[in-house]
Structure formats: C-alpha cells, structure tokens
C-alpha cells in the first residue's frame, strides 16, 4: 500500500501549502505552534528512521574493514591522542 500518493513533487508542495493554510484558520497562535511542533516531530521520526535504514542498507552491501584496517586506524587515533595528552602536560607547566 503507498501512502505518497504518485503525483509530480511541485503538486505535492502545493498541497502541503494548501493543507497548512486550512489548517490555519480557527486556532489560536498556541494551538497552531502545538500541531506544528507535533508535525515536525512526526517528520522528524520518519527522518531518523529512514536515514537509520540507509545506514544498515550501507552497512550490509559495504565489506567491514579489515582487521589490519581497523589496528592502524586505531594506532593512529592513539598517536594523536597521546599527542594531544604532550600538548595539555606543556601548556599546564
């Protein structure tokens, strides 16, 4: 079942505009901040979930690095650290 209907985008924001505009007359500023803020975080949950299902799509078409990868990122992120630890010890004396 599709729930976006398969119309052109620019008729798709038109209606968007239209339906925001009714839905604008006979509420008060609180009301209309209220359904605004519930509309964004609805938008903002089918946001996180579709991005979250790209990143496990990626992850599972993507070969994990190796590990021979993984111990030489990792010695450097440890270099840099242990440099920044040098740097903190010196501007403290």
Known sequence: M????DIPPKLFTLSA?????????D???NEQNALGN???LVAQ???TNAF???VQTERNTDSA???EETIIMLNKMLEALKQEIE??????I
């Open 2 to 5: 599709r729930i976006i209907p």
């Open 17 to 25: 505009v239209a339906i925001g505009y009714l839905l604008i007359d």
């Open 27 to 29: 509420t008060t500023a």
């Open 38 to 40: 519930w509309l964004m």
């Open 45 to 47: 949950i089918l946001c």
């Open 52 to 54: 979250y299902k790209q």
């Open 65 to 67: 690095p190796s590990n």
């Open 87 to 92: 740097k903190i010890k010196n501007n403290n």
